[in-house]
């Protein structure tokens, strides 16, 4: 079927509950905005200008003071962080749109100098891992990380429901676990990354088990349809995490997710970033196995989301640099319009320049 419109991205579609005018969502985005991690009066316009969105993610928000792995980015694990939240979504709910949290925490993708008293990062094994963060002092190697402890799990679980509850009183509409590009989670996912001997090492089951730990924490508090999980299944984006066996891994992290019943997938389809490889993979296998909303995202075109729609492999399709270069995407794709492109240079950092200025349609 070849699709020359947009009727399928403006069709409304039923949503943890909300009725959503739209299937065009933005997709989660780290725009380093966010000085001392408690959301501000920019971040609060920044989002409201792109509340047409069906649904707004908002960027990669930390659920421990341990868990940050990038400078100036937003955290949720204190009542000042969730009063600077709750401004961000009554800006958004004023202008008559829908915001998702996404829970992060960065697990061994972090450096000392981001984390209080200059703590070891935490990972699954206590092994080299290569790459760098943006710290206070500029780019830094990542070092060696502290293994997590068995002892030490019931505290990140509880980081995760604490976070859940003051995302609930910020007056999110949904919550969303980020399990993917190698954060903590996706760390325990992977062979790569995950050499445990404990339950939480070796078959996937074991692997997964931190992800459906996590799910039942904050299931407590949202009630499973409102709550979400990004995979990234083939992006090597972070460190180039991988899985030997992604083909066998993640049907059943999925099938895992559909047991537990969580409402939404936020899928990242392949390798984000330029030229980065495409590895082959079963997404649409994938779609298949899980009845609740699933949301494709990476490298979509309108032209592209329109047919996946059409084609019944995804029920929504999150975009990202196009919707930070084009606050009112909506109303262009409604009008065939052209895009604005995006300026790299101010994607994390630069105040209100590159993130406030993107011009809507004349
Ligand atoms: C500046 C920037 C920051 C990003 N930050 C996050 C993030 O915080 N959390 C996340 O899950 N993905 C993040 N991503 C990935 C995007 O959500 C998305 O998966 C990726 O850009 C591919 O979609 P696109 O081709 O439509 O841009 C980021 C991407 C960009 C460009």
């Known amino acids: 079927m070849v699709v020359e419109d947009v009727r399928a991205l403006l069709q409304p579609i039923e949503f943890a509950g909300l009725t959503l ?67 961000v979504t009554s800006a958004v709910h004023r202008r008559g749109g829908r915001i998702v949290l996404q829970l992060w925490h960065s697990g061994h993708y972090s450096h000392r100098t981001l984390l209080p008293g200059g703590a070891l990062p935490i990972g699954p094994s206590a092994r080299p891992v290569s790459g760098s963060v943006r710290t206070p002092t500029g780019r830094m190697d990542v070092e060696v990380p502290r293994a997590l402890e068995r002892e030490d799990v019931p505290q990140v679980l509880d980081e995760y429901l604490a976070a859940a509850r003051r995302a609930l009183e910020a007056n999110f509409d949904a919550i969303e676990v980020h399990a993917g590009n190698g954060y903590l989670i996706d760390q325990f996912l992977r062979d790569s990354t995950n050499h445990r001997t404990d339950e939480y090492g070796g078959s996937p089951e074991n692997r997964m088990r931190l992800l459906l730990e996590v799910i039942e924490a904050v299931s407590s508090v949202w009630g499973r349809k409102r709550v979400g999980v990004r995979l990234s299944p083939t992006n090597p984006s972070v460190f180039g995490i991988a899985d030997s066996q992604p083909e066998v891994l993640f049907p059943q992290v999925v099938d895992a997710l559909e047991g537990a019943g969580i409402g939404f997938l936020d899928m990242v389809e392949g390798a984000t970033g330029e030229a980065a490889d495409q590895y082959p993979f079963d ?10 909303v699933y949301i494709a995202n990476n490298r979509f075109s309108r032209e592209s989301a329109e047919q996946a729609l059409a084609d019944g492999r995804a029920d929504m399709i999150a975009f990202g640099r196009s919707f930070i270069a084009n606050p009112d995407l909506v109303e262009r794709f409604r009008a065939g319009a052209s895009l604005n492109p995006i300026v790299f240079e101010t994607l994390y950092g630069s105040g209100a320049e590159g993130y406030l200025d993107y011009p809507t349609m004349a």
């Open 21 to 87: 005018p739209n299937r065009i969502v933005m997709s989660p985005m780290t725009r380093s905005r966010t000085p001392g991690g408690v959301p501000n009066a920019l971040n609060a316009e920044y989002y409201a200008q792109r509340a047409s969105a069906g649904l707004i993610f908002a960027e990669s928000t930390a659920v421990s003071a341990y868990g940050v792995g990038f400078i100036d980015t937003p955290g949720i694990f204190t009542d000042e962080q969730a009063a600077g939240w709750a401004d």
């Open 283 to 292: 997404y649409e296998g994938l779609r298949r196995r899980f009845s609740g």
